[in-house]
């Protein structure tokens, strides 16, 4: 399981665009986290308006539906660039130097391949319920007010193909550190050990603490 991650930056090209993209993945996160908030607040007018005047709020379940891609995708790569996704390192944890970045570099290959498989279905799914002749574009609807479902499905394409960008920039960051043999590689998350995590908390801690402590005397 991963832990708390780093991510080296310089000068380089792949650097700028590494940090441009994880620009684009935090305000994606944001929105997610916007629309977390969202359905809080209409929860609250839901339940309050069933409580207080007998008028839940109408299409509540369409409008989480609508939704659930902004919760469950869109933050995806922000969560991959900073290294926090659940990952076994079993045997990865044990490898050192160049052996270690070959195996992340191919166990990010292999994310890649699939994510770029899931791009081609979930794209396939959105064009299946989109139609410029149809009434809202949309040849599917939510039950209850009628929502047109194209836009919650666009963006699962959307939020894998962004994941995709941030894999590839992830093998190549993998693959220039195979190849220089540097032992500080770019654009990449570094898991830290328990110890750095524990030395980073400690710090924040300290951080938080007034300058300007009352004297004992």
């Known amino acids: 399981m991963a832990g708390s991650s780093s991510v080296l930056t310089d000068d380089s090209l792949l650097s700028r665009i590494d940090r441009r993209l994880f620009q684009t993945e935090s305000l994606l996160a944001l929105l997610g986290g916007l629309a977390v908030f969202s359905l809080m ?8 308006g069933r409580n207080f005047f007998n008028r839940p709020l109408p299409g509540y ?4 539906e609508q939704a659930m ?37 191919l166990g990010t290959l292999l994310i890649l ?16 319920s989109f139609d410029w002749s149809a009434p809202y574009w949309s040849r599917d609807s939510s039950l209850d007010i009628r929502l047109p479902l194209w836009p919650a ?6 939020a894998f193909s962004v994941l995709a960008l941030r894999l590839g920039l992830q093998v190549l960051g993998y693959g ?10 770019i654009a990449v998350p570094l898991i830290e050990d328990i110890s750095k995590i524990a030395k980073k908390e ?15 005397s």
């Open 61 to 64: 379940v369409d409008w989480i």
């Open 41 to 48: 607040l209409l929860a609250v007018t839901s339940v309050g």
């Open 113 to 128: 391949l699939l994510v770029v498989l899931m791009i081609w279905g979930s794209w396939s799914h959105f064009e299946r």
């Open 176 to 185: 220039r550190v195979i190849l220089s043999g540097s032992l500080q590689p």
């Open 153 to 158: 499905k666009l963006l699962v394409p959307v």
């Open 69 to 105: 891609p902004l919760i469950a995708f869109i933050g995806i790569s922000y969560c991959q660039r900073l290294g926090g996704h659940i990952r076994m390192d079993i045997l990865i944890g044990r490898l050192r130097g160049r052996p270690l970045w070959i195996a992340e570099c």
């Open 202 to 216: 400690v710090e924040a801690v300290s951080d938080l603490e007034p300058e300007n402590k009352p004297s004992n």
